[in-house]
Each structure stands twice: as structure tokens, then as C-alpha cells.
């Protein structure tokens, strides 16, 4: 029996597998190293980070739905300089890439982390410029083609050579014309997509039940949207593309390879099963053997229309 071939070149970035984890599901790994072999994975997308620590917003912050959750968690993270001293060094144990999610309120914000953060021991930076949670910066900057262009401009510039990875948010009218911004711009690769906005109300209280309303919806019953939407920006992108969007299984995996992803991420589903990448991992092996399928690239866009 032959061994599939795992291993996927995202434009210079090079993992053992195309299996990541998408940020904000999996902190900074520490927690899930006791249920999940981290040197299985090929890489993580750490928690979203800003210049200075973060509390987050009010709770209630997250939700279930059917098939799914609400999160509207805000950024909680500890500051880029506290991810440097103290989660760099732990994640460096480990055979697996590591990226960094980076946000900022305002251009320069995110020029100042990016520069900060290309000069880290991190393989690569992930532009977050789809967070639905925050007042100031996130959404804001991905849903307009040309605001989506000039921070990607601005931050590749800021970021030298690093692998740059836009995260892309599917509250867009069009997802082709924001992915072709951020390749023109300079983009290596492209993350997609983030949560969806969503709202749940309260019947008795006839409130919200996420303290701030308006939240981010992910979980399975996302996942035909954010095919679609990795089926439509591969269509007009040379540079690959990280699918994520409902991820729980190996098949739905497979399904976000076929639409021209070369790689995917687990994000809610860590939450359920905090070993699911690794099962995943072994499905997707023997799924490859049993297709006789060598390579990860034989799927890639291998959708037949
Ligand atoms: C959050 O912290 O609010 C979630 C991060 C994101 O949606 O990018």
C-alpha cells in the first residue's frame, strides 16, 4: 500500500498536511496539546492578536444555533509582546507552522503589529480584516474591494517577505472581486471564510442573547456558503487558498479541496471534539489510500461541473 502524499506548499508556506485550525477555536494550543498530537497538525492560526491586550466585550458572547454557534467574542487576546515571550516558544516544540492572526483599529494599527509580528518567530502572518465582533477595524476593512486592497498593500509593505494569508469575510456582495484585491495587493494565500453575521433573540426577554446583539455565525451550518464562496474565489486567484467554514468531518474536507482550496482549517468543531483534527487526519489518509488518490493536489479543484 502506498502513503499518500500530505504535504502542501502554500505559496512558500510548507506544511506537513493541509489540516489547520482556525483562530479563535483553538487559543494558542496549549489547552488541546492534551488531546491532540499538535505535531499532526499543519498549522495553527493562533488567537486573533492586537498591540495591546485585550478584554474582549461584554457576555454573554457566545451562542448555540442549530447546527451551529454565535460568537461575538471581540478579540480577547493578551497583546502581541505576551504571544512573543510566552506562546512562541511553546508552539516552537512542535512540528507545525506557525500563524499569526493580526488585527488593528485603524491602518496603521495594523502596519505597527504586522511590522512587530513579520519580525517574530512565526511563519507566517494571517491579516484578519473580517472580524464581524469589534467596533473599529476587522469588517470594516474587508468588505469594500478597494479598503480591502490598500491594507493589504500597506501591510505587505510592512511586513517584508513574510507569507502573507488575508483572512476574507463572506459579508460581501461579491467574494470574487475582494479575493482579486488582496492577490493584487500582494496577498500569498487566502483564508476563508470568517463568520457570517447573525443574531438570536431571547423570546421572554425579548433581547439578544449576545450582550452586543450582532455576532459571528460558524459550525457546519455554514459550510455550503463557504464552499460556494472558495469555489467562486478560486476561480479568479492564482494563489491558494486555506477553506474553512463548518469543517467536522474528513468528507467535508474533501468537499472544500474539490472547490479549489489547497488546504482547510477546523474551527467550531474543535469545540466538540477538541481531537478532531486528528481523526480527520486519519480519515483523509485513508480516504487518499483507498481512492488510490497520491497526492493532496490530485484534488484541488477537481470539482466536476
Ligand atoms: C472574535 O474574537 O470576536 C472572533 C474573531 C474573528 O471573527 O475574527
Do not use: W
Not at 41 to 66: D, F, H, Q, W, Y
Not at 119 to 137: M, Y
Not at 166 to 183: Q, R
Amino acid at each position: 500500500m502506498f502513503k499518500p502524499d500530505l504535504k502542501v506548499d502554500l505559496n512558500g508556506l510548507v506544511m506537513n498536511n493541509p489540516i489547520t485550525v482556525a483562530s479563535g477555536t483553538f487559543g494558542f494550543g496549549r489547552e488541546y496539546g492534551e488531546y491532540v498530537d499538535l505535531n499532526k497538525i499543519g498549522g495553527i492560526m493562533v488567537k486573533g492578536l492586537t498591540l495591546k491586550p485585550r478584554m474582549g466585550n461584554p457576555s454573554p458572547r457566545v451562542a448555540e444555533t442549530p447546527m451551529g454557534m454565535l460568537n461575538s467574542v471581540g478579540l480577547q487576546n493578551p497583546g502581541i509582546e505576551y504571544f512573543m515571550e510566552h506562546e512562541i516558544p511553546f508552539l516552537r516544540q512542535y512540528d507545525t507552522k506557525i500563524i499569526a492572526n493580526i488585527n488593528g483599529t485603524n491602518i496603521e494599527e495594523y502596519c505597527e503589529i504586522a511590522e512587530i509580528t513579520s519580525k517574530a518567530d512565526v511563519d507566517s502572518l494571517e491579516l484578519n480584516i473580517s472580524c464581524p465582533n469589534v467596533k473599529a477595524g476587522g469588517l470594516a476593512f474587508g468588505t469594500d474591494p478597494k479598503m480591502v486592497h490598500k491594507i493589504t498593500k500597506a501591510v505587505r509593505e510592512a511586513s517584508g517577505n513574510k507569507h502573507l494569508i488575508v483572512k476574507l469575510s463572506p459579508n460581501v456582495k461579491d467574494i470574487k472581486e475582494i479575493a482579486i484585491a488582496a492577490e493584487e495587493a500582494g496577498a500569498d494565500c487566502l483564508s476563508m471564510i470568517n463568520t457570517l453575521t447573525g443574531m438570536v433573540i431571547d423570546i421572554n426577554s425579548r433581547k439578544p442573547i449576545l450582550a452586543r446583539g450582532i455576532g459571528g455565525l460558524s459550525g457546519p451550518a455554514v459550510k455550503p456558503v463557504a464552499v460556494r464562496m472558495v469555489y467562486e474565489a478560486a476561480g479568479v486567484v492564482n494563489i491558494p487558498i486555506i477553506g474553512m467554514g463548518g469543517i467536522s468531518k474528513y468528507e467535508d474536507a474533501v468537499e472544500f479541496l474539490l472547490a479549489g482550496a489547497d488546504a482547510f482549517s477546523i474551527g467550531t468543531a474543535n469545540f466538540v471534539d477538541p481531537s478532531i483534527c486528528e481523526k480527520i487526519l486519519n480519515d483523509l489518509t485513508l480516504y487518499m489510500e483507498s481512492n488510490n488518490i497520491r497526492s493532496i493536489k490530485e484534488l484541488v479543484g477537481q470539482v466536476i461541473k
